[in-house]
């Protein structure tokens, strides 16, 4: 499991609301998220980077699995893994021998 971000949810969008505000101040991209980066005091520009990646992918603006889906299918897969192993355990009560049950006279 991930830990949890020391970034609070509020910093995080107003660091990606500021990345797009400014992009278009900057020669690029990586300009403008070491600027912002920095201001804030978010460790790694790289970090900003994947909140403005998530950011487009859950608008629409870019290709990829949104936030909610993937927490959709997180959920999913919880499910099916409980289901998973609740229904081995008939199967595996079924398969086991009575206590005193000999075989082989």
Same mark, same amino acid.
């Given at each position: 499991?991930?830990?949890? $971000?020391?970034?609070? &949810? !509020?910093?995080?969008?107003?660091? *990606? %609301?500021? *990345?797009? !505000? *400014? %992009?278009?101040?900057? &020669?690029?991209?990586?300009?403008?998220?070491?600027?912002?980066?920095?201001?804030? #005091?978010? #460790?790694?520009? +790289?970090?900003?980077?994947?909140? *403005?990646?998530?950011?487009?992918?859950? $608008?629409?603006?870019?290709? #990829?699995?949104? $936030? +909610? !889906?993937? =927490?959709?299918?997180?959920? &999913?897969?919880?499910?099916? =893994? +409980?289901?998973?192993?609740?229904?081995?355990?008939?199967?595996?009560?079924?398969?086991?021998?009575? %206590?005193? /049950?000999?075989? #082989? /006279?």
């Amino acid at each position: 499991m991930a830990r949890p $971000s020391s970034y609070t &949810l !509020e910093l995080r969008k107003r660091a *990606v %609301r500021m *990345v797009v !505000e *400014v %992009r278009g101040d900057y &020669l690029n991209a990586s300009a403008a998220l070491r600027v912002v980066a920095q201001k804030l #005091g978010i #460790g790694s520009a +790289e970090t900003l980077r994947n909140w *403005v990646k998530r950011d487009e992918i859950d $608008s629409g603006q870019r290709p #990829g699995t949104t $936030s +909610e !889906e993937s =927490a959709a299918m997180k959920a &999913l897969k919880k499910e099916n =893994a +409980e289901l998973r192993w609740a229904n081995g355990i008939p199967k595996a009560a079924a398969s086991e021998r009575p %206590r005193g /049950f000999r075989t #082989g /006279f």
